[in-house]
T-cell receptor, first 118, second 119 residues
Framework: AQTVTQSQPEMSVQEAETVTLSCTYD???????LFWYKQPPSRQMILVIR??????QNATENRFSVNFQKAAKSFSLKISDSQLGDTAMYFCAFMKHGNTGTASKLTFGTGTRLQVTL | DSGVTQTPKHLITATGQRVTLRCSPRSGDLSVYWYQQSLDQGLQFLIQYYNGEERAKGNILERFSAQQFPDLHSELNLSSLELGDSALYFCASSPTGRGGSGGARDTQYFGPGTRLTVL
């Protein structure tokens, strides 16, 4: 079974600054995906970024980037130029790679609550 | 807006009752997943359907059941409700099985959730 660990329950960052959220995972799988989802106060789950384990290049989406260290089983999220709208709970999630039509459940960490302040 | 819709947004009911939560996946997505988010258990996978067939089960209670209909919408039925069933229930969908490549094919997009309160 896979496990995902987010060791920072809460973090705070000032507007325009950079913050890094940590995530580690445990798996015996070689092919998998990792995700960061954001849950703002509205409680909607919003995809932030995705990383395929077979890709060595770290994924980037605008102000969001990841540092994926496969050997260390580490997957951190860096938010640059933080904005008030980034205030949310952030969940790290693991998914086994599946063949067409096969099950691919998400296993979530416990989340990191990020507060962006003025 | 993810394109996944869920109804109702809120549901308040009493212990022992039965409720049905409804989910419509993104247009063309064949896979539907149900998750439960509670304060003590976090986000937990319940069940997955692919093109009308059950594909995987997670920590789903026997009092809970689900199905996916020919038009691909899905319903989650919760019966003999207990106080501990109060939670946010999410539906997600993915293009898995429609073709495409790797992560894009398997990425799950979430609906807004149904908040269930059992009194």
């Amino acid at each position: 079974a896979q496990t995902v660990t987010q060791s920072q329950p809460e973090m705070s960052v000032q507007e325009a600054e950079t913050v890094t959220l940590s995530c580690t995972y445990d798996t015996s799988e070689n092919n998998y995906y990792l995700f960061w989802y954001k849950q703002p106060p509205s409680r909607q789950m919003i995809l932030v970024i995705r990383q395929e384990a077979y890709k060595q290049q770290n994924a980037t989406e605008n102000r969001f980037s990841v540092n994926f260290q496969k050997a260390a089983k580490s997957f951190s999220l860096k938010i640059s130029d933080s904005q008030l709208g980034d205030t949310a709970m952030y969940f790290c999630a693991f998914m086994k790679h599946g063949n067409t039509g096969t099950a691919s459940k998400l296993t979530f960490g416990t989340g990191t609550r990020l507060q962006v302040t003025l | 807006d993810s394109g996944v819709t869920q109804t109702p947004k809120h549901l308040i009911t009493a212990t022992g009752q039965r409720v049905t939560l409804r989910c419509s996946p993104r247009s063309g997505d064949l896979s539907v997943y149900w998750y439960q988010q509670s304060l003590d258990q976090g986000l937990q996978f319940l069940i997955q359907y692919y093109n009308g067939e059950e594909r995987a089960k997670g920590n789903i209670l026997e009092r809970f059941s689900a199905q996916q209909f020919p038009d691909l919408h899905s319903e989650l039925n919760l019966s003999s409700l207990e106080l501990g069933d109060s939670a946010l229930y999410f539906c997600a969908s993915s293009p898995t099985g429609r073709g495409g490549s790797g992560g894009a094919r398997d990425t799950q997009y979430f609906g807004p959730g149904t908040r269930l309160t059992v009194l």
